[in-house]
Structure formats: structure tokens, C-alpha cells
């Protein structure tokens, strides 16, 4: 059975640090780009990382660029997200999802596989 599980989500302050982790279970990381998404009340899903399968490449909307990093741990079939210097506009349910293909995409549509969310909640 195929399974995405987040977790490291909270409640921190404004310019501090927390890291999600999306543990894979029933398939291989390996093969698998990786998405995180956002989804705050009222928007739209929005992508915030990705990372390759075919050469660990990794794409980040400028709303994160710089602050964000995703990695990918294949021996732990875990993938993490560095969030750093958190802001209160990164509000949201954040979301991992997988897909058997080689590059990286920033649209949920491209995803097959999903978590189920962990929330992270930025105010003083």
C-alpha cells in the first residue's frame, strides 16, 4: 500500500526554522519526483518544492526561493523540507505528493500520490 506521512509541522514565530519530513512507505523513493505544497484557507494548492528523481534537481517558487531547501534522504525513503525564516504568509497545510516520473513539476494535477498534511502556523 502506498503512503506519503508529514510530519514536523507547528506553531513558531515569525523568522524562525522548522523542517517537515515525508516518510514513503510500499514503494522506492528512488524513482519518484517529490512535491510540497501548500494550501492556506481560501487558495488555491500552491507548489513550493520539488525535487528531481532523475538528477536530484529541485525548482522553488520565488515566494520561498532562498528560505526553502527540500532533500531527499533514498536509504530513509524520506524526503524534508528546510523551511528558515518563516513568515506569517507561510500559513498553511503543507503536503507532500509523489509521482513515477523523472522532473520535477509544481502542478498538483502531475502528483498521483498524496499525504495527508501537517499544519504550519507562523505568528508572534
Known amino acids: 500500500q502506498v503512503q506519503l506521512v508529514e510530519s514536523g509541522g507547528g506553531l513558531v514565530q515569525p523568522g524562525e526554522s522548522l523542517r517537515l519530513s515525508c516518510a514513503a512507505s510500499?514503494?522506492?523513493?528512488?524513482?519518484?519526483?517529490i512535491g510540497w505544497f501548500r494550501q492556506a484557507p481560501g487558495k488555491e494548492r500552491e507548489g513550493v518544492s520539488c525535487?528531481?528523481?532523475?538528477?536530484?534537481?529541485?525548482n522553488y517558487p520565488a515566494s520561498v526561493k532562498g528560505r526553502f531547501t527540500i532533500s531527499r534522504d533514498n536509504a530513509k525513503n524520506t524526503v524534508y523540507l528546510q523551511m528558515n525564516n518563516l513568515k506569517p504568509s507561510d500559513t498553511a497545510v503543507y503536503y507532500c505528493?509523489?509521482?513515477?516520473?523523472?522532473?520535477?513539476?509544481?502542478?498538483?494535477?502531475?502528483?498521483?500520490?498524496w499525504g495527508q498534511g501537517t499544519q504550519v502556523t507562523v505568528s508572534s
Open positions: 505528493a509523489a509521482e513515477k516520473a523523472p522532473y520535477c513539476s509544481g502542478y498538483p494535477d502531475e502528483y498521483s500520490y
Open positions: 525535487i528531481s528523481s532523475s538528477d536530484g534537481s529541485t
Open positions: 510500499g514503494f522506492h523513493l528512488d524513482f519518484y519526483r
